[in-house]
C-alpha cells in the first residue's frame, strides 16, 4: 500500500532552538495517527509544517496526490498548497475561532469550503450545508445564524462540518476537543469516529490528552523536547511503554 | 491443520525507568501452540503471568523475545498497521473490562466490529441484536451507554461485542467472572460454539467447572516464571 502521506527527516529550528527535529513517519489510507507530548514538545510544529503553515528548514513531506501520485510539497508552489489545503486536507483548530468566520453564517461557513472547490449552484451548497450541520448534530434552523451565536462545542461542530464538507482524504486536528466541558468532549469524540469510519478519513491528531488519543488513534508517536521518543500501536504505548518518558506520561494521568 | 497460534521462546521483561530502572522479568522462554477449534486454559496463581502472556497475544504488550505467531501473524516483529488489520479480521478479545466511548448506544457498541470490518449497517445491527438478547440484556437497554450499567451487564456487552465477527482466533479473560448461571452457560455455548467453527481460543478461567467444560487443555504459566541463576 502506498502511504498517503510520508515525511522523511523533518526539521524546523526556531533560531538556535529545535521546534522539531529529524521526525519521519508514514499515514497509510484510513489510520489515524495521534501525537502526544506536554506543551513545548513540538507537536503543535510539527503539525503546522505537515500542514504548510509553516516551512521547515529540512525533510520532505510527501503527499499522495489525485492526480500526480506523491509529491513533496515543500517543492510545490504556494498556490498548489494552497490548492491542496481546500482540496484534499482539511485543519481542525483547537479554537474554532481560528477556523470559522465569525461574521458569516454557520451555512456560509459550510459553504464557502464547497465553493472554494468550485461549486457554484445556491441550491446544492445549502442542501449540502443542511446535510452537515444535521451529521454535525446542529439544529437545521441554525443555518443562518452567525458562529458567534453559538457555544464552545456547538463551533467546534461547525468547524468540523466547513473542514470535511469538500470530502478531504487527510484531516489535522490540533487539539480538537481541547477547551470542551468533558460532556461536549465525549459527544464531539463520538462524531469524530464516527466520521473518520464512515468517510474513511486519515487523520494526524495532536493533542496532550491520552483518553483522546487512546478513543481515536490507531497508533501513536510521543514526542519530547522536539524529538519522537516512542512511536507504536496506540494501546500498546498506552499499556506497555518502553521510554521512560512516556512511561512518566502514562502515570501521571490522574483516575477519574 | 496448521496452528493459528504458536508462540515459542517467548519473553517478557518489564524495565520500570522512573522506579529506580527496576527490571521485571515476567516471562522467560514461554511456548504455547493452539490449532483450530481448540481451546487452551492458561492457569497459574495470580502474578503467574497469565495476563501478560493473553495481553501480549493480543500485541498490547509488546514482546521482549521470541515468536509471537497469531493467525500467520507474528506480532513480535509486526508494524502496527498489521497489527490493527490482525485484530479487525482475525483476532477477537474479550477483555475484563468494558472501554468504550461515553454516550453510544450499547447496540452501536456491538455492532461496531463489524462495522469497522464494512458490514452493512442493518445487518451488523441484527447481528448486535441477536447477540444482545441471547445474554439477556434487556431491550431497553439497547440505545443506551453501557458505560451505566451493572458490572454483570458491562461484561456481556463485552461479550457480545467480542462474538460479533467470527474471529478465528478469540482472546476470553474471565470471560464468566461476574454472570449468573444461565448467562454463565450462554457464555460457555458461545466459546463451544466457536470452538465448532475452528477458532483457536485463549482464555483465563477462574471458574474451574467453566474451565473443564470449554478448555481441551491447561497450560500453567507458572512453568514460565524464570528462575534465578
Known amino acids: 500500500m502506498t502511504p498517503l502521506l510520508e515525511v522523511q527527516g523533518l526539521t524546523k529550528r526556531y533560531g538556535p532552538r529545535i521546534g522539531c527535529a529529524d521526525i519521519s513517519f508514514a499515514l497509510f489510507p484510513g489510520e489515524v495517527m495521534g501525537v502526544v507530548g506536554e506543551s513545548g514538545s513540538g507537536k503543535s510544529t510539527l503539525l503546522a509544517c505537515l500542514a504548510g503553515h509553516l516551512a521547515p528548514d529540512n525533510g520532505a513531506v510527501i503527499f499522495a496526490t489525485r492526480a500526480d501520485g506523491p509529491r513533496d510539497t515543500q517543492k510545490m508552489s504556494e498556490a498548489e498548497r494552497r490548492l491542496l489545503s481546500r482540496t484534499d486536507w482539511a485543519f481542525v483548530h483547537q479554537n474554532p475561532r481560528d477556523g470559522l468566520r465569525m461574521r458569516v453564517s454557520a451555512g456560509g461557513n459550510v459553504g464557502e469550503r464547497l465553493m472554494a472547490v468550485g461549486a457554484r449552484h445556491y441550491g446544492e451548497i445549502r442542501e449540502a450545508a443542511l446535510d452537515w450541520l444535521a451529521r454535525v448534530e446542529i439544529a437545521q434552523d441554525r443555518i443562518d445564524d452567525r458562529p458567534a451565536a453559538f457555544s464552545g462545542g456547538m463551533q467546534q461542530r461547525l468547524q468540523i462540518a466547513r473542514n470535511l464538507v469538500s470530502a478531504p482524504r487527510l484531516v489535522f486536528m490540533d487539539e480538537p476537543t481541547g477547551g470542551l466541558d468533558v460532556s461536549v468532549q465525549a459527544r464531539l469524540l463520538d462524531l469524530l469516529r464516527g466520521l473518520v469510519r464512515r468517510l474513511g478519513l486519515s487523520a494526524i491528531l495532536v493533542t496532550h490528552d491520552l483518553a483522546v488519543i487512546r478513543l481515536l488513534a490507531d497508533r501513536v508517536m510521543v514526542m519530547k523536547e522536539g524529538r519522537v521518543v516512542e512511536t507504536g500501536l496506540t494501546d500498546q504505548v498506552l499499556d506497555d511503554p518502553q521510554h521512560a518518558y512516556t512511561q512518566l506520561l502514562v502515570s501521571s494521568v490522574l483516575q477519574a | ?229
Open chain 2, 1 to 229: 491443520m496448521s496452528a493459528l497460534i504458536e508462540v515459542a521462546g517467548l519473553g517478557k521483561t518489564f524495565t520500570l525507568h522512573n522506579q529506580g530502572s527496576t527490571v521485571i522479568e515476567v516471562l522467560r522462554d514461554a511456548a504455547l501452540t493452539v490449532h483450530p477449534g481448540e481451546c487452551v486454559a492458561l492457569t497459574g496463581p495470580s502474578g503467574a503471568g497469565k495476563s501478560t502472556l493473553m495481553r501480549v497475544l493480543y500485541g498490547n504488550y509488546l514482546a521482549s523475545a521470541g515468536r509471537v505467531v497469531v493467525a500467520g501473524t507474528d506480532i513480535a516483529r509486526a508494524q502496527p498497521q498489521e497489527i490493527t488489520a490482525l485484530r479487525r479480521h482475525k483476532l477477537g478479545y474479550v477483555s475484563q473490562f468494558l472501554r468504550v466511548v461515553p454516550r453510544v448506544p450499547t447496540l452501536e457498541v456491538v455492532a461496531e466490529p463489524l462495522l469497522a470490518l464494512g458490514v452493512a449497517e442493518a445487518a451488523a445491527q441484527d447481528t448486535a441484536r441477536a447477540l444482545l438478547d441471547r445474554l439477556r440484556i434487556p431491550q431497553t437497554l439497547w440505545s443506551l451507554s453501557p458505560t451505566t450499567f451493572s458490572g454483570g451487564e458491562q461484561q456481556r456487552v463485552n461479550i457480545a461485542r467480542g462474538f460479533a465477527h467470527p474471529y478465528p482466533v478469540l482472546l476470553l479473560d474471565e470471560p464468566t467472572a461476574s454472570l449468573d448461571a444461565a448467562n454463565r452457560d450462554t457464555v460457555l455455548c458461545l466459546v463451544e460454539e466457536a470452538k465448532a467453527r475452528g477458532a483457536a481460543i485463549v482464555g483465563i478461567f477462574h471458574d474451574a467447572a467453566a474451565r473443564r467444560r470449554v478448555a481441551d487443555r491447561n497450560l500453567d504459566v507458572s512453568r514460565f516464571i524464570p528462575q534465578p541463576a
